[in-house]
């Protein structure tokens, strides 16, 4: 059974640029959540994606979207990225949506300067 | 609105020893889940311990265990026979619906 893996593992962007982030769920989850955990804090929910749908948005704005896949794997895109967009970005996969069972991948830590 | 308050931002504890970790949340759900996740420097968040809000009995695994006060809003995570491999960042969680709420963190460092 695989977990999640999310690419790149660090990454660094300049101000106003866009970036994709990639997951792939652990096998046999089709539930896939993305969270940025800024420097010192707890993580912040952004979207939940469910059978390609989003499922749920956090206080993020539109810049930030997303896309769920057919095998249930993800991208999180950031258009006119800002400053403070630097995070470490984590994706986490379930089943159904359910209120345990949730798997976290190591995270892609931005860097935008 | 859901919020998760840890209020010792570092903690550290002998090796073998006993720490508890502080946790309040506040909620107006009847029915929800508590978390306490551990991220090491890998940065993987690895679930320790969770516990439902409609049990009374407190959540045990292994070295953890929490004591949980539903009145009072309160979910502290006991470790005992504290390890090194224990040091890493704890995060207290509450979900609602399809979204998790964290705290700030605590670091826990393990002293050899």
């Known amino acids: 059974e695989t977990g999640v893996t999310q690419s790149p593992t660090h990454l660094i962007k300049t101000r106003g640029q866009q970036v994709t982030l990639r997951c792939s769920s652990q096998s046999g989850h089709n539930t896939v959540s993305w969270y940025q955990q800024a420097l010192g804090q707890g993580p912040q929910f952004i979207f939940q994606?469910?059978?390609?749908?989003?499922?749920g948005r956090g206080n993020f704005p539109p810049r930030f979207s997303g896309l769920q896949f057919p095998n249930y794997s993800s991208e999180l895109n950031v258009n006119a990225l800002e400053l403070d967009d630097s995070a470490l970005y984590l994706c986490?996969?379930?089943?159904?949506?359910?209120?345990?069972?949730?798997?976290f991948g190591s995270g892609t830590r931005l860097t935008v300067v | 609105a859901q919020t998760v308050t840890q209020s010792q931002p570092e903690m550290s504890v002998q090796e073998a020893e006993t720490v508890t970790l502080s946790c309040t949340y506040d909620t107006s759900e009847n029915n929800y889940y508590l978390f306490w996740y551990k991220q090491p420097p890998s940065r993987q968040m690895i679930l320790v311990i969770r516990?439902?809000?409609?049990?009374?009995q407190n959540a045990t695994e292994n070295r953890f265990s929490v004591n949980f006060q539903k009145a009072a809003k309160s979910f502290s995570l006991k470790i005992s026979d504290s390890q090194l491999g224990d040091t890493a960042m704890y995060f207290c969680?509450?979900?609602?619906?399809?979204?998790?709420?964290f705290g700030t963190g605590t670091s826990l460092t393990v002293i050899p």
């Open positions: 986490a996969s379930s089943w159904n949506r359910g209120n345990y069972g949730y798997t």
């Open positions: 969680a509450l979900i609602r619906g399809n979204q998790f709420y």
């Open positions: 516990q439902e809000a409609y049990k009374q």
């Open positions: 994606y469910y059978r390609e749908e989003e499922n």
